[in-house]
């Protein structure tokens, strides 16, 4: 691969690459399966290599000495395990160990100069791997709760809690066992500093520090059904309570304080079928001060409160009418009907007469020891079908805050048959421009154009 600046004269050049890969395999599954299948039958194996060579430079010093001796290559090799099996009947264990293993001709070592009080680095030729692992399990179980009525309109009410807790670890690479990282002195007070030997390398070294975190989640789902009573029959319709509302957290063994994480919160919900709602917030366990720095006192212990918040959002948006249905026709390929129903934003639909969406953000930031920070947004957007063959859509919002209409859009399409034409025109702001195109609708032709355009970045 390459690229070049042409103003700059800067190059990359990328040569040879390779990549090798395996999928995953199972080998300790046996040829012919009788009964239920064991634990180390379901260890999964896979692997992957990468190989690279690159080159950063100015094109007039490609090919000189200087510029080859900055030359960056290396061999990269992936080995992820991992399993699932079920526990004590009821539980679902997933862990996995990740190996990572990395081949260099190249290394550094720093040296500290006491006549010109620096640090110079040498690079030292000859091989050397930079070898990382980590290991990671996760453990989870759906509980579910069911309260049936057997009079009145309320049928039943269900609840699913899913908790998962997880535990993760990779050591520190920095301890000297490993030989990644060495101290070098930084001034002349003596004062020294830790650095790794593949320091700029073409895909880095092991990280220093230690990680051990212990991960605990909980997500719940509420639903309930209800009798609707006919001349014929009577049928039950399920209507969801709560979609979503989920709360996670980590505890890290490693640090010497402030153990605990950071509490975030979240849900979602969908109201009479056209309004969703969803919030989010970020609840911290500890104090903090009026710099906003974390210390280790509980705010239990200080406040009575069992956490402070720290940020939360919530968002609201109603469709009026929802015109991006799933399209079905007899013509193309089956690849390209779902390519379609994938990306219909890409795509004018003439048949439907409008389509409306409102929506409201608002986001509140605590900002110890200032004044608290908050925004809201309302947005709007949707398009009309003028006639057979015109269509307008339309794109704007309301800034509570800045008391000002946000981005504001607005396009228009025309049906021309083979052909179709669009222009999208933003009337003002800091992004105003205008784009005009006629093009020929088959993907075959898709270059065949005419375009017209001016925006921020034209000099007017």
């Known amino acids: 691969s390459h690229s070049q600046n042409t103003s700059t004269r800067d190059i990359t050049v990328s040569f040879p690459t390779a990549n090798f890969g395996i999928s995953r395999q199972t080998p300790f599954k046996r040829k012919t399966a009788v009964g239920a299948a064991k634990w180390y039958e379901k260890i999964g194996v896979s692997y992957t290599t990468s190989l690279q060579n690159s080159i950063s430079t100015k094109d007039t010093l490609l090919f000189r000495k200087e510029s080859l001796d900055q030359l960056r290559y290396g061999i990269q090799h992936s080995i992820p395990i991992s399993t699932s099996f079920s526990a004590f009947k009821y539980f679902t264990v997933s862990p996995a160990i990740n190996y990572t293993e990395k081949w260099y001709l190249k290394t550094i070592e720093k040296k500290y100069v006491a006549e010109t009080k620096t640090v110079d680095v040498d690079t030292v030729t000859g091989f050397k791997a930079a070898r990382e692992f980590s290991f990671s399990a996760n453990m989870n179980t759906r509980i579910f709760g069911l309260v049936q009525f057997k009079k009145g309109k309320l049928a039943a009410i269900r609840h699913v809690m899913t908790p998962n807790i997880g535990f993760s670890w990779r050591p520190d690479f920095s301890d000297p066992t490993y030989g990644v990282y060495k101290s070098v002195q930084v001034d002349s007070t003596g004062k020294t500093a830790l650095y790794s030997i593949f320091e700029g390398a073409l895909y880095g070294g092991p990280s220093s520090g230690k990680s051990s975190l212990m991960t605990f989640s909980l997500d719940n789902n509420l639903e309930m059904k209800v009798r609707q009573v006919s001349d014929t029959a009577v049928t039950e319709k399920k209507i969801k309570l709560l979609e979503s509302l989920s709360a996670a957290m980590n505890y890290n063994f490693a640090a010497d304080s402030l153990n605990l994480s950071t509490i975030s919160v979240a849900g979602r919900t969908t109201v009479l079928d056209r309004i ?96 608290d920070q908050t925004t809201q947004t309302l947005n709007f957007n949707g398009d009309v079908q003028v006639t057979k063959n015109w269509k307008v859509n339309f794109n704007s919002g309301y800034d509570f805050e800045q008391k000002d209409l946000s981005y504001t859009s607005l396009g228009v399409f025309r049906d021309l048959h083979c052909w179709e034409m669009r222009l999208n025109w933003v009337p003002f702001g800091f992004q105003q421009n205008y784009f005009i195109q006629i093009n020929v609708k088959s993907s075959v032709l898709q270059d065949l154009k005419l375009t017209k355009k001016n925006d921020r970045f034209d000099q007017r």
Do not use: C, W
Not at 288 to 293: F, I, P, S, Y
Not at 320 to 347: A, P, T
């Open 276 to 371: 969703s709602l969803s919030f989010a917030g970020v609840f911290d366990p500890y104090m903090v001060n009026d710099a906003g720095v974390r210390y280790n006192k509980f705010e239990i212990n200080e406040s009575g409160k069992l956490a402070h918040m720290n940020n939360a959002n919530l968002s609201v948006n109603f469709s009026v009418f929802n015109g991006k249905k799933d399209y079905q026709s007899s013509k193309g390929s089956k690849e390209e009907l779902e390519n379609i129903n994938k990306n219909k934003g890409d795509y004018i639909d003439y048949t439907v007469p409008f389509n409306l969406s409102v929506g409201y953000s608002f986001f509140y930031q605590n900002n110890f020891g200032t004044s």
